[in-house]
Every structure is written in C-alpha cells, then in structure tokens.
C-alpha cells in the first residue's frame, strides 16, 4: 500500500527509477566542465530549454511505463503478460539511457553556475537533476537490465512459492538478490554503511545509522506500550466482519475520498488484487483499492490510503510537471501523508462522529444497533498479528523494525539467506510475542524482497509514521479548529495547509527542508509517541505514564 | 470502425506509423551500401539479432503509445487529456526516430543479399523491412512533428465545429490539411498520381487509376440495384428501436465475437464514443463498443466488427510478434476481415437461425412473438440515408465513393475546400437521391479528414467489402459445410479457413498476394456483386437480371 508500486505488492520496486529519486552532493568532473566550456556560446535560456525538452521526454517514457503497469494490474488480459514485461522494460531503460545521456551533464554543468540568477524553479529544478545524474551515472546500464531481469524472474517464482509456502525454491533467488544488492550499493562507495545507498535513494538525508538509532528509542517506548496493551481486554472488531456488498464499499471509500479531496476529474478508482497510487500526471492520480466482502475496513481503508498518496501527487504545483521536480520528495514523506489521511484522520473519533450516521444508512441492518465507541474501539484494536499489511497502527511499526533490522543483518553478511525463516521467527517472538506457523506468513508474506530490492524496503514506512504526527500537529497547532471541522465532515483547512506546506513544493526542496519549513523542527518522534499514548492510553484505559 | 484508430473516430489517423505500413520498391543507395561494407565481418545471425531487437523497441514504444491512447478512450479521468497528447506524440516520434536511424539501413543493406539463405519468416521480414525503411526515411522527422500537431489541433477544432455545424471555422484548418497532404506526396515523387502514396500506404500495390476503375465498374452495378430495392416496400426495423438494457446487450455481444473465436484471454471488451480494436502484442489484442438504448443493432453490430480486425490480429503467428510482420497487411484485407464477420455472417439468415433464439431469450419480452424472418429483414434493412456509419451495406459502398471522388479534386486541385460542403451534396444528391440538411451530417460527419488526412482515408472499405466476398466465397467452396455449420453456431472451419490462409500470415507476403493465394485470383468484384444481388434480391424479392 505505497505509492506508484509498478504493479507490484506494497513493495518499492528495485528500479533505477525510484533509486535515482534521491539524491547526492553535487560534483562537476573536470571532463565535463571542459565540455561544458565548448558550446558556451549559447545562451542560458536555449539551454534551460533543451534541458526542460529532454527531461519532459523523459518523463513521458516514465508515464507510458507506469501506465503499462496500471492497465497490467487492472484490465490487462492474462495473454499480455510476455510482452508487457518486455515492453515495461524497454521503456524503462530508454529513460534511463536518456538520463545519463552525457550531452545532458554537459546542460546540466553549463547551467548550475547560472543556477542563482533563474527563477525560483528553475534554480531548484537544476539542483535536484545535477543531484539525480550524479547518482545514474554512477550505475551501469549493464548493471540495470541484469537486475530487472533478476527482479523480474524472482517475482514470478515468489508468486507461486508463496501460496505454496515453499521458502526452499526462494532461496537461490534471495542469494542472488543479495549479491545484486551488494553490487549496487559498490557504486556509491565508499559509504558508511552498506544500507546507506538504499537509505538515501529513498529517504534522502537518512542513514542507516540515524534510522537505527531511531528505531532503537521508538522500539523502547513502543514494546512497553504494546505489553500494556495486551493487558487489557481485547476489543471486539466482529461488526467489521459482518458480510458487505462490493458497491457500497467502494462507493462509500470513494466517497470520503473524495470529501478529503481526492480530485475525481483529475483521477479515478479500480480494484487490483494490492492497492496502489499511480501518477501519470498531475492532471491523472489514480488509486486501486480491494475488497472483501467480509472485512469492511480493507477497501475503506486502503481507498483512503492510497488517497493520501494521491491528493499529494494531485497537489503538487502543476508548473512543476514533466519534470524532476514534479512529484513527492521521498518515501517517508510520501508515507506519512497515506498514514496522515488513513490513520491519523480516518481512524479517528471526531471523522467518525461525521461519518458513523452516514456509514449506518450506506449498509443498512449492518450498524443499526451499534453504539459509535464499539465500532470505534473495533476500527482501532490492537492485537499482536502475523501480516504486517493488517496490522494496527501501534504494532506496524514492530514488524518494520523486524524486517530492517534482517535486511542489515543480511546486507552486513552476518545472516544467511537459508537462516531467514529462523531469524524472521526469533524476531516474532521476541518484538511480538508470537511466532509464524509457516513461512507464507513469516519471511515469504512481503513481495520487497522478492522483487529483487534487499535494502532501504521497509523503513520508510516507519518515518512515515513519525512524520505524520509531527505535521498533523503542525497543522492543529496553526488551525486549532481542524479537529472540529474533521467532526463535521470539512477537511479543506487541512488539506489546506497540507498542500501549502507539503504537497505543491514537489521535490523542490530536500525532506529535511520540508519537515523544517512545515513543522518548525527536524524529524522527531515525540508527536508521534503523544499521539499514541493519547490516542491508546483513552482506548485501552491504560495508567498515565 | 476500423482497426487501432488511436482514439479517433473510425478514420485512419494522418500519422506516420499507418503511413509507413505500406511498402516500396526496393533500392540499395550506393552510400548505403558502402557503409554496410565497411562491418561487413559481421555474422549474418549477429546482425539479424541486432536488426530484431532494434526492431522490437520500436514495436514496444508503438504498443505503449497505442496503450496510451486505448487509456485515453476508456478510463483516462479528463484532467490526464494535455499531458497524454504529449505522451502519445513522444512516443510516436521517438519510435519513428530509431526506424529512421542509419544504423538501421546499413543493418538491412548488410543483410539483404543473404536473405535468400534464410529461414522464410527472416527473409520475409528483411524484404518487408528494407521497403518500410525505404518510405520512412524520405518524409522528414520535422514534417513528421507538423503534421502531428496541425492534426491534433484541427481534430480538437472539429470536436467543437461538428455540433455547432460550423464547418466555416474549419475551412483553415482543412486548407492546411491540403496542403500538408500534398507536402506528404511530394516526399514520395515522381507519382503517377498525387494520391497514389496514400493509397499505396494503406493498401500496397493499389492505384488511384486502379481504384477509380474500380470503383466505376462498382457503382455500374450498384447505383441501379439501390434504386430497384427503393422501388420496393420499404422493411421495417421497428422491433430493432425498443429499449434494451446495456448489460445484456454487452454480453450478447461478446458471447457472439468469443464463439466466433475472438479469444478472450488475450483481449477484452470495453465501451468508448466510437468503436476500435487496438492490438498491444499477439497475447493482447482489445476491441471497444458503443451502446444505445433505443437500437440493438449499434452494440452488436460493432462489437462482431471490431471483433473481425481482432480475430485476424490474434491469428497472426506468435512467431511475428514485435516484428513489423506481426500484424495485418493492409488496411483493406483488415477491413474484408471485419466485414466479414459483422455482414456477410452475422448478418445472414443461417447465423440468426442458431442465435435467434438466444437472442429471444436474452431479451425477454422484446421478440417473443416476433417473426425470425421480420427480425432478419429488420437488420438487412437498406436505405437511403445521410451517414456513412450508419449506412446498410449495399448504400455503403456509395459513401464511400463520394468520399473518395471529394479527396481526389481536392488533391487534385479542382475542388476548393471552402466549395466542399456543396460538392458534397451535389454527390449525395446524385447517387443517393438525397441531400443533408446541414454540414453536420454533410461533409462534417467523418473524422478522417479534420483528424489531419484528405487521401487514402476512405478506399479500403470498399475494398474490404469487396474482398469480405471473395475470401468467403473461397473458404465456402473449400468447406461447403460452413453455411451449415453456421446454422449451427459452428464457426471453426471458417475461422480456421481465414487463420490458415490469412490471419497467421501477417504482412510475410503483399496484399496481392494473400488475396491470389487464399482464393486462386486477383481482387475481384464478382463474388461481392454475386453475393449482394443474391441476398438483396431475395429479400426485397428483385426480377432477376
């Protein structure tokens, strides 16, 4: 359930695409400024032009990419599957040959010393490419193909050994992953830590180390809550497992969707077999969800999800399309408007105060008799699970760390890949207190990994997290009013500020400027451990602290 | 209703791809050759493997960009419009760009005196592409642009000019239409006539002298039969005009094309303003409906249509897949195809036999107590009427002409554009007997024209009629069977018939010589006239000639 997953499960695919996303420091080799020396007779403008012609060039091979993918996991007959991996692939790697095109770093040196004295746009714009070719260049186009082809071959084979728990035929696939992931993060060497590659490819600006020792003091403060939690009787989420028309369902999500501000002109809903947010343009956001017709908070809360993602790329400043700047800043920051939208306002009381009356006449005979604090209580239990996609906000964030902390150890060559299941059971039973009865759902359940991507997979979803609360008190605290707008069905004022301090800055500016800018600090856990001591300690009527 | 008109009305689109379809002598420059020397220590297989995955980007960028514009007909939310006519013009150009190349010619030049010691399917394919690359390299990329963008903005204008009935503020944009047609033709001189390049590049090896010969002998013919079935009472289709739900509709009509053989695991039905079936690869071939309320006969009619073009597109061997020989030969042998299907079968007594009673059945209520043969009168109904689209197929023919007469004085240079819209209703006025009230359903109606092409846009139906009898005729005296078997819902050995000798060809030989090799003669218009005059005097019970 992320953004833009190519088709995939709510795993960041291993593409160059998502890895040169993020960036890194500027350098100017002296081969290129000595190109750059020769045609600099043409003016700044002709050459702010060129650039700007072959970046939207290669934004539209993107968007036809991602359009393959979105008609493949919608309404692709199953007799088009050969060719469209192929077709994905050459459009990918076209986009990926213009990029690193060097007559493009020769632009690119030409124009940064001017970079100053250009529009606001245009000098950021010339930043984050100079950021971004600095980091393709660095990865053969060899290099690309083998690894898409590997991703490719493990998918498939992960799509059968998973239902047929077989972890044994995924293991030559894994090892293979793993050296691919070794070889790419040589690249970028030297470094830290051989995770940081990946890290800053999603997040930029994090490290391995900076989201281990974050881990580690969000860990201290969140196996207590969990263990408190547990304590206290368990709620009852059965009204949520009732029997549920397929209609209602999506009408009901695409509907409070669309009261958050989901643009329908500019977007649309279908069902794939694992939700996804896809952007074609700023005029074209589209979201997938799923249904179950015997758990009525999958496609609900999957459709605001996904809407979250969508009503950022949606509000991203249309001047900013076709370019590099043109949609979210990274993973984490991405996560954190789906987990915003999702958790923070959809799971919360004063939405359900709105929402609860409308939600009772949309399935009648379902709710009729149900107070709104049981059905409350049931959007919000928290129970130590084995899927980490149907786990509750409070525990999320335990399988997270689980699997960040296997990815370090296998990148650092300290785990095995034939030790996983074991390594993945320990750490079950020592973060959550139960253990997987098979490998289907333990180390098999997420595609990331099998996918072809060992590194940099999974933490972003916990920054997401953290980030959500720090802008959502952000923003109460410049409109105290925004909880009781929320009660009364009105999310402008949010999204609001959302969009004027996230969304429509796109990539101009780095993560850490943005959470800056917007909250007034860097990152930091407390509004997030405050949310959820406030939220759970009311809940589950735990002992202040 | 043609093949893959990239979300236009059923025109063929002015673009390069169609244009570049059809094939020219071959000619070896003596630059050319040189160059292909200089790496003549190159393998034969070498080469072919670089010529095929040459070849296949370019299909792959083609089929991404017929994707595009198949997303743009069916699900694309409006807002997504501005960047998708970018995203469809660059992928467009950038495959015309790696055919044009070189590199490609030198490829060719190298391996053509080595086809004779090749497997049939290379060779055909080295012949075939050696003529595509002889057409393409001589219209200049930037004429390629111009005329691109002039026909995206004169259809816009016509979108709006067509309901207002403005046909005035077209007049520009259709003298610049002209003028790029001569432009196109120029590239293609010396010519025995101006439209002879458009005409050879939808159906390679026609003439204008020959289709104007053609086309006087037909209207000989037809122009005299029309008028002895207007003499008679005129049939009544009034059970076709009650109200039919969409549902139902869309499944009888699917349920038809699958038994016919329209598989559906590699396509898939949607609904759009105007019919079309694209084709992604072998494995995903996709066809659109429209749907009316108040007339069973536009859902079902079209839908066995676009199923004709998608059954040949499937039947091409899986073996041309990604190659230019991977899909149907010309725009005329595609149009017999869909002609085929929707007239000569499922509009025929034998086929309602069988589906008669399912149709009653699926239309409780409708036809129960309507006669079979006042059902099959109501289908076959002709009449003098104002639009092509809509018109039976023995009037058809004669809208065609009138067409093609128009595009000739234009190019020609005796017919002003801003003295169309009176040509127009002088030709209705004399082969049809009657005359439009307005341009609106004058010379308004078709797209093909305002979409950026006056030449070769309209012939090929005509010769698509002509054929659809010649090849059934053939496959019926090969299998004098299938009229039974149809009576039966049987449609195997016909659809066996037309892969064996059609379909699985591909473009492997030239329109000529599918058309000699399937029926043992040239196109010829006696099975078309046999098969008219011997339906259509039954039914309006005509004396014989």
Known sequence: MTKDRNNREDGKRRDTTARRRATAPRRAPAARAAAGRRDNRRSVDERLKELKGRLIEISDLKAAASLLSWDQATYMPAGGAAARGRQGATLSR????????????????ALAPAADHLSDDDACLIRVVQRDFDKAIKVSAEYVARAAAHGAASYDAWTRARPANDFASMVPYLERTLELSREYAEFFAPYDHIADPFIDDADQGMTTAAVQALFAALRHELVPLVRAIAEQPVADDSCLRQRFAEGPQLDFGLAVARRMGYDLARGRLDKTLHPF?????????????????????????????EAGHAMYEQGVSAALDGTPLGHGVSSGVHESQSRLWENIIARSRPFWEHYYPTLQRSFPGKFDELPLDTFYRAINKVERSLIRTDADEVTYNLHVMLRFALEIEMLEGRLRIKHLPEAWREGMRADLGI???DDRDGCLQDVHWYVGGIGGAFHSYTIGNILAAQFHAAAVKAHPDIPREIASGRFTTLHGWLTANIYRHGRKFTPDEIVEQATGSPMRMEPYLAYLRGKYGELYRLPAR
Chains 1, 2 share one sequence.
């Open 277 to 305: 947010c896809t952007r074609f343009a700023t005029g074209d956001v589209r979201i997938t969800t799923r249904v179950r017709d015997n758990d009525i908070g999958d496609a609900l809360f999957s459709t605001v999800h």
């Open 435 to 437: 253990e997987p009865p």
């Open 94 to 109: 076209l986009a990926h040959e213009k990029f690193i095109d060097p007559a493009l770093g020769r632009l690119i040196d």
